[in-house]
């Protein structure tokens, strides 16, 4: 109800007795004990449910989508949802569409590059480290300039295992990444590890397909223009602009560099909690599974 919910908005600000607001309010303390004590009801844990849905498409959209796109993808989903309900909840959450502002375009396709196929097909979920990992590039706001980000991560515990900053989107940005992530993996055979990437000139380019085969490194890429083919990249590139980056201002790209590396190595890698390996940082969830084979192979 709602006057329960304001009744304990108020009892968390500690200025009014729940029994004064009650007999105001004309309603019973045990009713709002009651209530207070009560789990939540099937149509608030299926709005949480939604809520993860709805947060996966807009931000897979580059934060694009709005309440009718994002209606129609769920109904193409199976879920039966009305267009109210999607609004309600983007609303709630403060979710929307774009507005026409001015977005720097990082995927230039080269109309005459050949494109290695789709080895990942949307199955973002390897069982094991160093079997398939995917990068991307995005944009960020300094007092210089765009600074430029690309990533690699561990499809298997969303671990950032290489990145590379500059001012340029050049194909040496994507490649400084590929190398560090070699480096962080060093002692381990990558032969046959699945690099996924959209199809951007950088990763199509001879320069960056030679740097893959010389560590052994097998290229996939998903379509043109399809944001789902590589939907792991673009949900780490939300989170660090939702969780951190939108609530920062740079004056210069160096700030940016310094204060990107302490985010990802300091906190992303390894201490948030991602719910797609069980609520574990990625650095714990390896650790997991080397402790796993360890006693397997004792």
């Given at each position: 109800m709602a006057i329960y919910s304001f009744i304990a908005?108020?009892?968390?600000?500690?200025?009014?007795?729940?029994?004064?607001?009650c007999r105001v309010?004309?309603?019973s303390r045990s009713g709002f004990y009651g209530w207070q004590n009560r789990g939540p009801c099937q149509r608030e844990l299926t709005d949480k449910m939604?809520?993860?849905?709805?947060e996966a498409i807009w931000e897979c959209s580059g934060r694009t989508y709005g309440?009718?796109?994002?209606?129609?993808?769920?109904l193409k989903q199976?879920?039966?949802?009305?267009?109210?309900?999607?609004?309600?909840?983007?609303?709630?959450?403060?979710?929307?569409?774009?507005t026409g502002r001015r977005r720097v375009r990082t995927?230039?396709?080269d109309r005459g590059a050949t494109a290695a196929e789709d080895r990942v097909k949307r199955d973002f979920n390897p069982?094991?480290?160093?079997?398939?990992?995917?990068?991307?590039i995005t944009y960020l706001p300094t007092g210089q300039g765009w600074l430029f980000l690309a990533t690699v991560i561990d499809l298997f515990s969303r671990r950032v295992i290489g990145w590379s900053v500059a001012a340029h989107m050049r194909t040496e940005l994507v490649g400084d990444a590929l190398k560090m992530a070699v480096a962080t993996r060093s002692g381990q055979d990558l032969v046959g590890v699945v690099f996924h990437s959209d199809r951007g000139s950088q990763y199509t380019s001879a320069e960056f397909g030679d740097l893959c085969d010389r560590h052994g490194v097998l290229q996939s890429m998903g379509a043109t223009g399809v944001c789902w083919d590589n939907a792991a990249a673009e949900s780490f590139f939300g989170t660090l602009k939702r969780e951190h980056a939108n609530k920062r201002s740079w004056a210069t790209r160096a700030d940016a560099r310094r204060d990107l590396i302490r985010w990802i190595k300091g906190w992303y890698n390894q201490r948030?909690?991602?719910?797609t390996i069980g609520y574990n940082s990625p650095v714990e969830y390896e650790a997991m599974f080397n402790r796993h084979n360890d006693n397997i192979a004792a």
């Open positions: 908005e108020e009892q968390a600000n500690q200025v009014w007795a729940v029994a004064e607001m309010l004309e309603v939604l809520a993860v849905e709805i309440v009718p796109r994002i209606h129609r993808w769920l199976g879920f039966e949802v009305g267009r109210n309900r999607v609004a309600r909840i983007m609303r709630a959450n403060g979710w929307e569409g774009e995927t230039i396709v069982t094991a480290p160093d079997s398939v990992w995917c990068g991307d948030r909690l991602h719910s």
